[in-house]
């Protein structure tokens, strides 16, 4: 009303002149010809085509600005990058990156970067689960760290997922810094393969946020499969796996699940091989651990073979362990605590023979816990 108004006290001339400037401001530009011409003008993903070059991170960045509310696919090929590429977390912003099964994202050679490759949620940062855009992530393919990398980090943002992803030659695999809201990500992460660099300062999983899950993940060659520093957390199907070379490096520092915090879930969760399946921090309290396994395959003379450890007094619930012990040439114990007491119990435990070691080490408390009965 207002700019019709305005146009009618205007003389035509002038008021022709006036309207013509107007929708020639407000037409959006040309479309730049090429491929991105083509991608935008049709539904479906924005197809990430770089110029031929090594290094391919500024003109994905670039991509990803450029597209708020879009999925950016990226073709089978490798791509290498040279610094940190980060998606936003505002809904108005947020783009998902969706990799075909052969496409590669590789750290380049002489990276020098503390932040991952790539940073879901590493600008714009938002708390909003309620509008469209909220719901983004890395799909697919394989991120290679080089032996020298962070792979993937989530930074802001609510819902953020990753998924049918393999993320390999890394220091982390996927770091979740505390959350948007409150210190809660609310992630989901699940169908994702991981593959350290046997470093002693590696991590398979870091989780410093509350309340995500994570489903169906291998963790391999990592010191620390996953560490834990937030609370409320769902592991279901879980696996991590010590390789040779941290055997025969810093095997004693070996942890499957390193847990900082109190309330975090484990549903069949498998510490496979390392010198302690769980490690409760002093603080640690409530965990609940249904079925989880630990198994050694291979013997480790002098070195100690633990399931569960406690820097302080035991507070988790376990139900229906499995405790595979190779009884030759080591120090096998099912529970060591820092200090009496607790809340802890054992609901069973399965593996374990009555003439096995494991039950004869006087520094080994299980039975004090122990609500159920062994099963070999």
């Known amino acids: 009303m207002l700019h019709s108004t305005l146009l009618r006290s205007l003389p035509f001339a002038a008021a022709a002149a006036f309207s013509a400037a107007s929708f020639a401001a407000a037409a959006p530009p040309d479309p730049p010809p090429g491929p991105a011409a083509a991608a935008d003008a049709a539904p479906g993903p924005v197809v990430f085509a770089p110029a031929p070059g090594e290094d391919c991170a500024d003109a994905l960045q670039a991509l990803i600005d450029a597209h708020p509310n879009r999925t950016i696919r990226i073709p089978d090929g490798v791509y290498v990058l040279s610094h940190p590429v980060a998606t936003p977390a505002s809904p108005k912003r947020a783009v998902s990156l969706r990799l075909d099964d052969f496409a590669v994202l590789k750290a380049a050679p002489d990276w020098a970067h503390t932040n ?3 940073r879901l949620g590493g600008s714009h940062p938002a708390n909003d689960n309620a509008s469209i855009g909220s719901l983004y992530g890395l799909y697919g393919g394989y991120i290679d760290g080089s032996g020298v990398a ?4 989530i930074e802001s ?3 953020t997922r990753i998924q ?3 993320i390999r030659n890394v220091r982390i695999g996927i770091r979740v810094f505390w959350g948007a809201n409150g210190g809660s990500a609310d992630c989901d992460i699940r169908d994702v393969n991981l593959v350290g660099n046997n470093r002693p300062d590696s991590i398979g999983l870091l989780v410093q946020a509350f309340d995500n899950s ?3 993940m291998r963790i391999f060659a990592f010191c620390k499969g996953v560490k834990i520093e937030g609370g409320g957390n769902l592991f279901c199907n879980v696996h991590p796996l010590v390789s040779w070379d941290l055997i025969h490096s810093c095997y004693d520092d070996t942890v499957g699940f390193w847990d900082l915090e109190n309330n975090n879930t484990y549903d069949r969760c498998y ?4 010198s302690t399946g769980w490690l409760f921090g002093p603080k640690s309290k409530n965990a609940v651990l249904h079925a989880p396994m630990c198994y050694w395959y291979a013997s480790t003379p002098g070195h100690p073979h633990t399931v569960l450890r406690c820097e302080g007094a035991f507070r988790a619930l376990v139900t229906d362990l499995w405790a595979g012990f190779r009884d030759d040439k080591a120090t096998n114990a099912v529970l060591l605590v820092g200090e009496p007491g607790g809340h802890g119990f054992l609901d069973g435990i ?4 009555d003439d096995s070691p494991a039950l004869n080490n006087p520094s080994d408390v299980f039975r004090d816990y122990l609500r159920g009965s062994l099963h070999w």
């Open 150 to 153: 962070d792979g993937v980090s």
């Open 116 to 118: 991952a490759m790539i």
């Open 271 to 274: 510490a496979d091989a390392f």
């Open 157 to 159: 943002g609510r819902e």
């Open 350 to 353: 399965r593996g374990l023979r």
């Open 214 to 216: 994570f489903t169906n």
């Open 164 to 166: 049918n992803t393999s």
